[in-house]
């Protein structure tokens, strides 16, 4: 019987260090949320310009949002360009967005693929005559 117990007590007593070697439970971050105010610059890989670039994202269904863009192009002429980005993946609170709109005979096709976190947002374009990067950050406490 004196067996018996010491056995069990053994155990009993070996179980948590065993759970304390084992490697932690490391939840996966969920997906952030794009929307709200946005800001930092595009530049053109084709040729060298840049400029300020805003954007505010507003969601409008579960793997959809309505980005408006606003910035400056040779310093002095704005534009604007509204686009609805596509969540085409995610996970580990990193979000995969695309987006492509026809502008017209002129301009072409304008599309875009993007990696965005809670607080970074890195896309790539391309347009008939133009490829190049938007990059935009935001704070954290929006």
Not at 65 to 81: D, H, N, S, T
Not at 101 to 129: H, I
Request: hydrophobic fraction near 40%.
């Amino acid at each position: 019987m004196r067996c018996r117990v010491a056995v069990v007590a053994a155990v009993l007593l070996a179980a948590p260090a065993a759970a304390d070697d084992a490697p932690p439970v490391v939840a996966a971050s969920p997906a952030p949320d794009l929307s709200g105010d946005w800001k930092g610059h595009w530049e053109s890989d084709k040729n060298g310009h840049r400029g300020p670039l805003r954007a505010t994202f507003t969601r409008v269904g579960p793997n959809c949002y309505q980005v408006k863009f606003a910035g400056r192009f040779a310093k002095i002429i704005p534009f604007r360009y509204a686009t609805p980005m596509t969540v085409v993946g995610s996970g580990d609170g990193v979000v995969l967005l695309s987006a492509s709109k026809t502008l017209g005979p002129l301009l072409g096709t304008f599309s875009m693929s993007a990696t965005a976190t809670a607080t970074t947002f890195d896309a790539d374009f391309t347009a008939k005559n133009d490829r190049g990067k938007f990059v935009l950050t935001r704070d954290c406490g929006r």
